[in-house]
């Protein structure tokens, strides 16, 4: 069973940046990967995805600050993540659309 793990979440203060991983247990170079963020109460949406070729897409709210990378021989997909604001606060999961397959998520929190 393939599992994608996050990791590089954590607490840091306006402005600042953080890089979050994807770790996946296989082959991630054919697919389309994507990350998104939950906060209690909301629907989980769409951050950014990347393709296989490496076109990206990314959400209004977060264009310009946030930036979505793999590499396909480490089997992983990361979010660099600047200037962040305090409503960039939820938990943030790694999704691979054409496996259906969910990471665990990791919490960002932005707070002084």
């Known amino acids: 069973q393939v599992q994608l793990v996050e990791s590089g979440g954590g607490l840091v203060q306006p402005g600042g940046s953080l890089r979050l991983s994807c770790a996946a247990s296989g082959s991630i170079s054919p697919y389309v990967m994507a990350w998104f963020r939950q906060v209690p109460g909301k629907q989980r949406e769409l951050v950014a995805s990347i393709s296989s070729t490496g076109t990206t897409n990314y959400a ?38 054409h496996q259906s397959l969910w990471g665990q998520g990791t919490q960002v929190a932005i707070s002084s």
Do not use: H
């Not at 930036?67 to 999704?95: H, W």
């Open 60 to 97: 209004d709210s977060v264009k310009g600050r946030f930036i979505i990378s793999r590499d396909n021989a480490k089997n992983t997909v990361y979010l660099q993540m600047n200037s962040l604001k305090p409503e960039d606060t939820a938990v943030y999961y790694c999704y691979n659309p």
